[in-house]
């Protein structure tokens, strides 16, 4: 938020000054709570290791014992539990039935009114209406959202009138390096099914 306003402050062209009392949130030693500690969240947290946060995770399953150490992660068996303590809240979990509208009303107000929510995952695992509601209520700080629902979203959505989130459009990925890499291990895969050989990256259905 303050990156994108900073920004936006410094090329209008009526700024004078800059604020001294202007301050953002600290990410050194804050609490990152991630749901979802799939590979991506896993990676996720070994970036937040090298900031010194308080890493919490909640997952369907509990990493090993030595994964967990390795990053400094705690396991949240609930995930109530990660809510109320985390200062940025980051979701990285698939969309399923299950994970539709994870977080709703509840859980927002569950979290720190100080907190920042982050999703990098699918728009619709957040109740997007209960969102609008509590950054438009100061329920939560803010919002970083790469996706929505749908995306993009309609130019009257309240969503994009609001001063407390940022949104990208989902550009998690899109780098020159990591599209490549998307192709060639695409490309793989269909050499080998064609080839009859085993498939690198073979999902299995659950």
Not at 32 to 57: C, D, E, P
Not at 65 to 77: F, L, M, N, T
Not at 156 to 168: A, C, G, S
Request: glycine fraction near 6%; aromatic fraction near 4%.
């Amino acid at each position: 938020m303050y990156l994108h306003s900073g920004c936006q402050i410094v090329v209008s062209p009526d700024t004078k000054h800059f604020a001294v009392d202007w301050l953002g949130v600290e990410v050194t030693r804050a609490t990152l709570g991630i749901i979802g500690m799939g590979s991506i969240g896993y990676k996720v947290a070994q970036r937040a290791r090298a900031f010194n946060m308080r890493i919490l995770y909640h997952n369907r399953n509990r990493r090993r014992k030595e994964e967990e150490e390795a990053v400094g992660a705690h396991y949240c068996e609930k995930m109530e539990d990660l809510l109320q303590q985390s200062d940025f809240v980051m979701l990285v979990v698939n969309l399923t039935p299950e994970t539709r509208k994870l977080i709703g009303k509840k859980e927002l107000g569950l979290m720190k009114p100080t907190a920042t929510l982050i999703n990098i995952s699918r728009g619709a695992v957040i109740d997007q209406d209960a969102l609008v509601e509590a950054l438009q209520n100061k329920v939560i700080r803010a919002a970083a959202l790469d996706v929505t629902y749908p995306e993009p979203l309609p130019r009257d959505h309240p969503l994009l009138k609001l001063n407390n989130v940022i949104i990208t459009p989902h550009i998690g990925t899109a780098t020159v390096q990591a599209i490549r890499m998307m192709a060639e291990e695409a490309i793989a895969n269909m050499l080998a099914a064609l080839n009859g050989q085993p498939i690198p990256s073979e999902v299995f259905p659950k």
